[in-house]
Structures are given as structure tokens and as C-alpha cells.
């Protein structure tokens, strides 16, 4: 890269105002005044602007997966189980889950190096929505249904409004769509079994407005510009 990109993309200044910084011999690489504009330089050469080293800003980089039950939402297992981070492949960039699902959930979960984006996407005042489909045991009657909305007392607090759709009934097992605001620790989970059903299958479908549509089981893909947007006015 040429050094005037260089530092511009670190966001030093401008491409130009970063060429006049160059010729006024304010720019050194690896200890020494370059003024000469053309000069290449990669990321192993050490380059300086007012005595401090320039760093370039990691590419923000944003991926969405189609998580499969048996990796665990973390970079590092202490156990060395699979993570989610062994199903991205050609990926440089470091990233980091926004939120978690658990080792046997499956679905959709976001990825990124952007810290302001998890900040934004799991702050509980921002309520984005997160659609489940789940397959439990038994039936939800209509006054179970009532109190996924009106909240279920879970550990020591009780959950704010939640959505309980139907989708199929048989003999002994339900599949359901449930809608959360909230991401506390297996809420999902435990918001059944509260009502004495036990989820057998678990997949998140839906954040906010964002599916995982076209997603195969196991595969990624980059957010679009536009998903990318809408996260970060959330
Ligand atoms: N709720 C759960 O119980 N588990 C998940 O993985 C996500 C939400």
C-alpha cells in the first residue's frame, strides 16, 4: 500500500492532506523521514506520524451463520469442543459471537470485529427481537400462551413480553414460534419448561428484521450493506 493510503486509512487525514504530511517530512517508516509520495509500504513496516506509531484500523468485517447443534458459542473452549469459530473459513479478520446460543441450539448467530455493533445489538434497552422456532413436548394451552405475554417468573426475575405462535400440533410434541426481547441465559428454554414443556429442538430464525433465509445448516455469509445499516440504527 502506498503510504499516503496508509495513513490515510488509518484516519490520520486525508489521502492528500496525507501526501503534504509526507513531503514536510512528518512521516517516518521504520525510523527513518520518507518524503518521497510513492513509497510502499505493508503491515510489518512501522510507520510514524508525530512520534506515535500509526495503527491500522482492523476491516470491519460482519458474518451471520447458520450455527449446527455441537459447537459452542465462544472463540476458545477450555474443554476443546467445536467452536462456532471453526465453521468460518477464509475469514482473517478476529470476530466475536453478538449474544449466544446454546451448544444444542441452532441458527442464527452474527459475528463481527465491530465491538460497537454487539454493544448496540445485545443492549437489553434496544430490544431487538429474536424469533425461535422450537419443538417441545406436549401442548401449550391458551391460558399458557397468555402468560409467554404477559411474563413467567424464571430464577429470580420474570420475563418481559413474549410471543407464542403455534405452528403444527402432534400426538405428543408442539412446534412453536416464539418471539423474545430479551437474551437471558437459556430463556427460551426455561420459558418452557417453567410451563412444564421441555424443548427437544431449539433454532433461532430471526434477529430484528434480519433472517436466516438461503443459509444453509453449518454455512455463513456476509451481511449486506443494508442489514449492516440496520444494525447499527437499531
Ligand atoms: N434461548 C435458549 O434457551 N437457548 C438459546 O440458545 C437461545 C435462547
Known amino acids: 500500500m502506498r503510504l499516503q493510503k496508509f495513513l490515510a486509512t488509518a484516519g490520520i487525514a486525508s489521502r492528500r492532506k496525507s501526501e503534504e504530511l509526507i513531503l514536510a517530512g512528518k512521516v517516518k517508516v521504520n525510523g527513518e523521514i520518507i518524503t518521497e509520495l510513492g513509497t510502499k509500504v505493508s503491515e510489518d513496516d512501522v510507520v510514524e506520524y508525530n512520534g506515535k506509531i500509526v495503527e491500522q484500523e482492523d476491516k470491519k468485517v460482519y458474518i451471520l451463520l447458520n450455527k449446527p447443534k455441537g459447537y459452542v458459542t465462544t472463540v476458545k473452549d477450555e474443554k476443546k469442543r467445536k467452536?462456532?469459530?471453526?465453521?468460518?473459513?477464509?475469514?482473517?479478520?478476529?470476530?466475536?459471537?453478538?449474544?449466544?446460543?446454546?451448544?444444542?441450539?441452532?441458527?442464527?448467530?452474527?459475528?463481527?470485529?465491530?465491538?460497537?455493533?454487539?454493544?448496540?445489538?445485545?443492549h437489553p434497552k434496544h430490544e431487538l427481537s429474536k424469533v425461535y422456532k422450537a419443538f417441545v413436548k406436549g401442548h401449550f394451552t391458551l391460558d399458557e400462551i397468555r402468560q409467554f405475554e404477559s411474563g413467567l417468573k424464571i430464577d429470580d426475575?420474570?420475563?418481559?413480553?413474549?410471543?407464542?405462535?403455534?405452528?403444527?400440533?402432534?400426538?405428543?410434541?408442539?412446534?412453536?414460534?416464539?418471539?423474545?426481547?430479551?437474551?437471558?441465559?437459556?430463556?427460551?428454554?426455561?420459558?418452557?419448561?417453567?410451563?412444564?414443556?421441555?424443548?427437544?429442538?431449539?433454532?433461532?430464525?430471526?434477529?430484528?428484521?434480519?433472517t436466516l433465509d438461503g443459509v444453509e445448516r453449518g454455512k455463513f455469509r456476509h451481511l449486506t450493506d443494508e442489514e449492516i445499516e440496520y444494525l447499527k440504527g437499531v
Open 157 to 210: 426475575y420474570v420475563t418481559s413480553e413474549a410471543k407464542l405462535d403455534v405452528i403444527r400440533e402432534n400426538a405428543n410434541t408442539s412446534t412453536v414460534e416464539i418471539t423474545i426481547h430479551e437474551g437471558k441465559n437459556r430463556q427460551v428454554r426455561k420459558m418452557c419448561e417453567a410451563l412444564g414443556h421441555r424443548v427437544l429442538e431449539l433454532e433461532r430464525i430471526q434477529l430484528g428484521d434480519i
Open 83 to 122: 467452536t462456532v469459530m471453526h465453521l468460518l473459513h477464509g475469514i482473517k479478520e478476529r470476530l466475536y459471537p453478538v449474544g449466544r446460543l446454546d451448544f444444542t441450539t441452532e441458527g442464527l448467530l452474527i459475528l463481527t470485529n465491530d465491538g460497537d455493533l454487539t454493544y448496540r445489538v445485545t
